[in-house]
């Protein structure tokens, strides 16, 4: 009640200032937190990877797809003979072939989500339309059968991910 009062006793005058800082403050902190948003829409549509595993020595090499922002890239293996599958984050820096994944290679588990930390966006060549052509590479850990799963170049930030 007290606050109440001290309100309705300033000069109207000084509420209406009161009003245009906040209003000022507001637009500010809009104006900042679109500044780090992409201006392009990420690409988070799901793909499924899929091929049969001769061996463990060899990667498969997935389509490639447009990274459009820095995010993770976000995986989600469904089948491996071993339960787990190798990953890694590929692109073109400087014309060459690129594994830029930050941990060389990540080991994921079958049905879980994962986010993988890369610099695909960061160093990879860019397209004249801004964005980077990527792919992953993917092998089963041992054993032979199916590697399967589904990913994405773009994490929505949505989905919960194991970040690795």
């Known amino acids: 009640m007290a606050d109440y009062l001290k309100q309705i006793s300033k000069p109207k005058g000084e509420i209406v200032m009161m009003k245009k800082r906040f209003l000022a403050a507001i637009c500010s902190l809009i104006t900042a937190m679109s500044m780090t948003v992409p201006a392009s829409a990420a690409n988070t549509t799901d793909r499924e990877y ?83 052509s990527m792919w992953l ?12 799963g589904d990913w994405s170049p773009d994490w929505s930030g949505v989905t919960p991910v194991i970040v690795v």
């Not at 049969?52 to 995010?71: I, L, M, Q, R």
């Not at 590479?137 to 399967?148: Q, Y």
């Open 50 to 132: 899929g091929y049969v595993s001769v061996t463990a020595t060899n990667y498969h090499e997935t389509g490639h797809y447009e990274k459009t922002n820095t995010s993770k890239v976000y995986v989600k293996p469904s089948q491996s003979p071993s339960g787990k599958t190798f990953v890694q984050t590929w692109c073109k820096r400087n014309g060459s072939s690129v594994n830029e994944t930050s941990a060389g290679t990540v080991t994921l588990s079958n049905n879980q989500a994962y986010g993988i930390t890369n610099y695909v966006y960061e160093y990879g060549d860019k397209m004249s339309n801004g964005y980077v």
């Open 137 to 148: 590479k993917v092998k089963a850990t041992s054993g032979h059968g199916w590697v399967k």
